[in-house]
């Protein structure tokens, strides 16, 4: 892919000064602007942006030494890097001096073609190189600018969703619980919809909560600890336990290990797997496994169940935000917030392919530390 073409600016009283410099300095990727005195330089500049200037000493009138501190002193120009070229003596004082008006090098005439060339190369590739994180730093600025607009609208969401969207679903939720409380007020049809109300209340405040989960799964930092995986999930367990017992689901586990890892976020994937195993029972009260192998510097952890079966078509989708498949029972966030959960500890979620029944949810995390010691197993 060709360079986008960089401007050099060449100044000097004398054209044959001027057409030498050109001759060797010609190359497609570069436009070359002459100049004859200080003043056609500094209109020039104002125009244009230049990668370097090549700047004679003496010139009649405004001199190079003038022209290289109004270049510094105006915004535009004052880090548009200046080679003085000069045909005078090599003397300490000229030098100081031009290096005091702003100058980064000097050529000194007759001028050396290789040494203007390996120059000139160096200061185009350095403008080049800071056009470069120019544009690198405003499309990190615009991003920046867009995440700050996006978590605004998520802080708005939180705030309907824990707030504004809460209280009118519990205002009818208690009208509809006084409704049927009221014995012999509601006929038969009057009192199926109250029911109705109830049961819709109840699977919109369940959505509400499971996506009040996912935001907030967004908003927190990933703090890592040691985790003690078997005593979390026993603490899961017990945390479901009106789920549990209700669904008379049991709960068995292989040797778990200690991981390093988030424990906040590996509570969350436990708890959504384990409630939507129970949700999506079959026939047969609920049977949940869990096992974990370790894969390399990885854990893999496989949730198995005999509810009803995710077919093979829908294994994918399963983890979209509100898809369900075969119940009502779900939300449609659970195993997005798995999904969102693991993939922001660094691992993967999949559904097995096993052909019998029930499904086996299979998910990696990294563990973080040098080792991690398998746990005797408890609680089964």
């Keep these: 892919m060709p360079s986008t073409p960089v401007n050099i600016l060449l100044v000097d009283d004398k054209q044959e000064n001027l057409f030498a410099l050109e001759e060797l300095l010609r190359h497609p990727d570069r436009t070359l602007f002459r100049a004859t005195s200080g003043n056609d330089a500094l209109r020039l500049l104002l125009k244009h942006e230049f990668a370097i200037v090549l700047l004679d000493v003496e010139m009649p009138g405004m001199d190079g030494y003038e022209t290289a501190q109004l270049m510094r002193s105006a915004e535009r120009t004052k880090l548009v890097p200046i080679i003085f070229v000069t045909a005078g003596d090599r003397s300490d004082e000229r030098t100081f001096r031009g290096y005091e008006a702003g100058a980064v090098d000097f050529l000194y005439k007759p001028i050396n073609a290789h040494t203007l060339k390996s120059k000139a190369d160096v200061f185009i590739e350095l403008y080049r190189k800071t056009r470069e994180l120019q544009l690198l730093n405003a499309t990190l600025e615009r991003t920046a600018a867009a995440l700050s607009d996006k978590i605004a609208d998520l802080e708005d969401v939180n705030q309907t969703l824990s707030h504004d969207l809460r209280s009118p679903l519990r205002s009818i939720r208690g009208f509809s619980e006084v409704l049927a409380e009221q014995q012999g007020a509601l006929d038969e049809e009057g009192a199926d919809a109250v029911q109705r109300i109830l049961r819709a209340t109840a699977r919109m ?102 509810g009803i079966g995710i077919a093979p078509a829908d294994r994918e989708r399963v983890f979209r935000l509100f898809e369900k498949f075969g119940s009502e029972a779900g939300s449609g966030v659970g195993l997005t917030l798995c999904k969102r959960a693991v993939e922001k500890l660094g691992g993967k979620i999949w559904v097995g392919t096993e052909t019998r029944s029930g499904a086996t949810f299979y998910y990696t995390i990294p563990n973080l530390a040098a080792r991690a010691e398998p746990r005797p197993q408890d609680g089964e």
Aim: proline share 2%; charged share 25%; glycine share 4%.
């Design 205 to 306: 405040t369940r959505m509400l909560d499971d996506l009040y989960g996912l935001l907030q799964l967004s908003a927190h930092e990933t703090d890592i600890a040691s985790v003690d995986t078997s005593k979390l999930l026993a603490d899961v367990v017990e945390s479901l336990g009106s789920d549990v017992t209700e669904s008379r689901a049991t709960v068995k586990h292989d040797e778990l290990p200690i991981v390093r890892t988030n424990r906040r976020l590996v509570s969350q994937i436990f708890q959504n797997l384990i409630a939507n195993s129970i949700k999506f029972r079959g026939v047969d009260q609920p049977a949940i496994h869990v096992s974990a192998e370790r894969r390399g510097d990885a854990w893999q952890f496989g949730f198995r169940d005999n």
